[in-house]
């Protein structure tokens, strides 16, 4: 497939999209509430093509994404990356991509405690060069700029620091440093970090500025006390996005906790809000987070992301996902500084059509502001 056998974007969807996606960070509403499963892979399959041509073929991955997101109705914004484990190639990780699977590590970057101090940073004029990571989103980048310069939304993938540092080495071994070797730990994050943050600057450099993307899944609650989680978690997820803003990122932050944060969830008002917050929190324990929770101690400060289980999205019913879906709109339209639904972790590939389908259906049944 070519980029070329998708039709245009329609102009009219295009611009309702635009004015719904500003409502909740300008204070006016549109017609009905955003819906962003965070759909990414899912568009390979949607458009009948491999996972691996999403992933290694950027044009292609981001001009499917376009074409998901306009046929479900979500948002106007590129969702879109070679492996969840960013600026991991430009510390030395290699990666397979399989024809019908998500990247896997082929090679980590370091061995064992010996390798750290060898690890060398990247600053951000080598990134711009030969930084695998940062090719790949500029390839991406430069397509949506040149021909839909109307969605490009250029995106700073920071992540989850801790969770990319850990898959440098591994993440078992590093959940044993965090106890063993806390010195070591530490390190490897500074140096992911630094890494990111010089990515970050080459990201803003190239294009003006970016939309922040953080968060944390290995400083949860299922691996991690939260005194290890603010401090291998929660302090560097501050200090990544103070560093980006330093950079010129933002004021656009989307938080997503990962997984179960049933514990920790409110160490996280350490972070930096803005006022272009989104925040999200994926589970408590093995359900999706209460939003009243976080509506409460969230919801002056942020945009709250919905969290309709990924596992229902997946393998649920389409009356399951709606009525998840509903019941969590409800709730959300009442948040102070908007609402947006959405899945609690990115769209599985496999999900079925009809289940997103579903969810757009809830919104515009039970979240069109004019029915309030």
């Known amino acids: 497939m070519e980029t ?180 070591l730990a530490h390190k490897l994050i500074r140096k992911a970090l630094d890494t990111s943050l010089n990515a970050c600057q080459a990201i803003v450099e190239t294009y003006g500025g970016a939309l922040i993307v953080t968060g944390a899944a290995l400083a949860g609650t299922d691996l991690l006390p939260n005194d290890k989680i603010k401090e291998f978690g929660v302090d560097y997820c501050r200090e990544l996005v103070k560093g980006a803003l330093r950079r010129g990122a933002g004021p656009q932050v989307w938080y997503h906790l990962c997984g179960n944060h049933a514990k920790d969830w409110e160490l996280w008002e350490e972070v930096p809000f803005t006022p272009f917050t989104v925040f999200q929190v994926g589970y408590k324990g093995r359900q999706p987070f209460p939003l009243t929770d976080l509506i409460k101690k969230y919801g002056r400060k942020a945009t709250i992301m919905g969290n309709v289980d990924t596992k229902v999205v997946h393998s649920g019913t389409s009356k399951e996902v709606y009525e998840m879906q509903r019941d969590q709109i409800l709730v959300g339209l009442d948040n102070p500084n908007g609402f947006i639904s959405g899945c609690a972790c990115e769209l599985p590939a496999n999900a079925p059509s009809a289940n997103i389908t579903a969810m757009v259906r809830a919104a515009n049944d039970v979240g069109r502001f004019n029915k309030r």
């Open 4 to 183: 070329t056998d998708f039709p245009d974007p329609g102009k009219e969807w295009k611009e309702n999209a635009t004015k719904r996606f500003a409502g909740p960070f300008i204070g006016k509403d549109f017609d009905r509430v955003n819906v962003d499963p965070v759909l990414l892979a899912h568009a390979a399959p949607y458009c009948g093509f491999t996972l691996k041509e999403f992933y290694t073929q950027p044009k292609l991955g981001a001009r499917a994404v376009i074409w998901a997101h306009e046929a479900y109705d979500l948002i106007p914004v590129v969702h879109w990356w070679p492996t969840i484990h960013v600026w991991s190639q430009e510390l030395g990780t290699e990666f397979e991509w399989r024809t019908n699977s998500d990247p896997m590590v082929k090679k980590r970057a370091i061995k064992g405690p010996e390798d750290v101090e060898r690890l060398e940073v990247p600053d951000a004029a080598e990134i711009k060069k030969t930084g695998k990571t940062f090719l790949a989103f500029k390839e991406c980048f430069d397509y949506v700029a040149k021909n839909y310069p109307d969605w490009l939304v250029p995106l700073y993938y920071g992540f989850q620091i801790e969770t990319n540092a850990a898959e440098l080495l591994g993440s078992e071994d590093f959940l044993v440093w965090t106890y063993k070797e806390k010195d």
